[in-house]
């Protein structure tokens, strides 16, 4: 099995007690949300439509968290707390921007992991 640097799946392998067929499935739920999630976050920002972008968020956060990115998922509550009150909005690309980097990292690493269950 590939070294997993950027997630850890210790949560769904417990949930699933190591059922391959149901990790692989998370994965690939998660693989498929990430772009939509990045393309969402994205067209709400630029739209300055902070609220949608806070339920985007909102959403995004529970995804990285069930593949054990729960840093990000803290970003992504924090980035979700800001657009309710339209507070920071300067900082909200680097939230995206942050979010992007890492979850494109993860799908790459995620697919290798996969390809080897």
């Given at each position: 099995?590939?070294?997993?640097?950027?997630?850890?799946?210790?949560?769904?392998?417990?949930?699933?007690?190591?059922?391959?067929?149901?990790?692989?499935?998370?994965?690939?739920?998660?693989?498929?949300?990430?772009?939509?999630?990045?393309?969402?976050?994205?067209?709400?920002?630029?739209?300055?439509?902070?609220?949608?972008?806070?339920?985007?968020?909102?959403?995004?956060?529970?995804?990285?968290?069930?593949?054990?990115?729960?840093?990000?998922?803290?970003?992504?509550?924090e980035l979700q707390l800001l657009?309710?009150?339209?507070?920071?909005?300067?900082?909200?690309?680097?939230?995206?921007?942050?979010?992007?980097?890492?979850c494109l990292a993860a799908v790459?690493?995620?697919?290798?992991?996969?390809n080897q269950l």
């Amino acid at each position: 099995m590939p070294e997993l640097k950027i997630t850890d799946l210790t949560y769904l392998n417990q949930v699933s007690g190591g059922e391959p067929r149901f990790i692989k499935e998370m994965i690939k739920i998660f693989n498929e949300q990430v772009p939509e999630f990045i393309s969402n976050m994205e067209k709400f920002l630029s739209e300055k439509n902070y609220l949608e972008l806070g339920r985007e968020a909102h959403k995004a956060k529970s995804s990285v968290i069930i593949v054990g990115m729960n840093d990000l998922g803290t970003k992504m509550k924090e980035l979700q707390l800001l657009t309710e009150k339209s507070e920071n909005t300067e900082k909200y690309p680097d939230f995206i921007n942050d979010f992007k980097i890492q979850c494109l990292a993860a799908v790459k690493e995620l697919e290798e992991y996969s390809n080897q269950l």
